[in-house]
């Protein structure tokens, strides 16, 4: 598996606030690049995924932003709410992040 | 409803003691993998299967065996060989080929090590 680079590590942010996580990747053969979300005790799932046709996707509160030419793509959530509070794992070319553990404060 | 199921959901075991965990899918994928998670290290690559009878060492299978006799079962064994094998796993299916990295994933089981 190739190597994915996941920041930070994890970040604390208020209710309302934004949240930004950030990946870098090598080389890619396949043109998808998802995040994952997990909370504590149970199974990651899809959360929004991006092809790299476009340079930014939007699902509600959930914005992915692609830079192809810079091999990065970053997932921002906006007004954040605790139920957000959850680890996030980007993926590419069947390798995942290390995870990022968010944490909203009411 | 589709979707994987794993069991148990909490396991303990002795040390010395080989174990299995269950990974069923009814979401008629070819591709199943299995993950171990540990904390602040993501998720690593044990095993996985593209199709039936057939399996491929990720990049931590020492100490693991797998099997793939059945298109919807994918167990996997943690044998006394694993040094340190607490920890959260996970199963994973997807269709090979497309999307690679869209997996969609059971809800785990916690081994503990006695």
């Known amino acids: 598996q190739q190597q994915v680079k996941q920041s930070p590590q994890s970040l604390i942010v208020q209710k309302g606030g934004i949240s930004i996580i950030n990946c870098a990747y090598e080389n890619t053969a396949f043109d998808y690049f998802p995040w994952y979300q997990q909370f504590p005790g149970k199974g990651p799932a899809l959360l929004i995924a991006i092809r790299p046709d476009v340079s930014e996707k939007k699902e509600g509160r959930f914005t992915i932003s692609f830079n192809k030419s810079a091999k990065q793509f970053s997932l921002h959530i906006m007004d954040s709410q605790p139920g957000d509070s959850a680890t996030y794992f980007c993926?590419?070319?069947?390798?995942f992040g290390a995870g990022t553990t968010v944490t909203v404060r009411a | 409803d589709g979707g994987i199921t794993q069991s148990p959901k909490y396991l303990f075991r002795k040390e010395g003691q080989n174990v299995t965990l269950s990974c069923e899918q009814n979401l008629n994928h070819d591709a199943m993998y299995w993950y171990r998670q540990d904390p602040g290290q993501g998720l690593r690559l044990i095993y996985y299967s593209q199709i039936v009878n057939d399996f491929q060492k990720g990049d931590i299978a020492e100490g693991y065996s797998v099997s793939r006799e059945k298109k919807e079962s994918f167990p996997l064994t943690v044998t006394s060989a694993q040094k340190n094998p607490t920890a959260f796993y996970l199963c994973?299916?997807?269709?090979?080929?497309?999307?690679?990295?869209?997996?969609?994933f059971g809800p785990g089981t916690r081994l503990t090590v006695l």
């Open positions: 993926a590419a070319n069947g390798g």
């Open positions: 994973a299916s997807s269709v090979p080929g497309l999307d690679y990295n869209e997996q969609f």
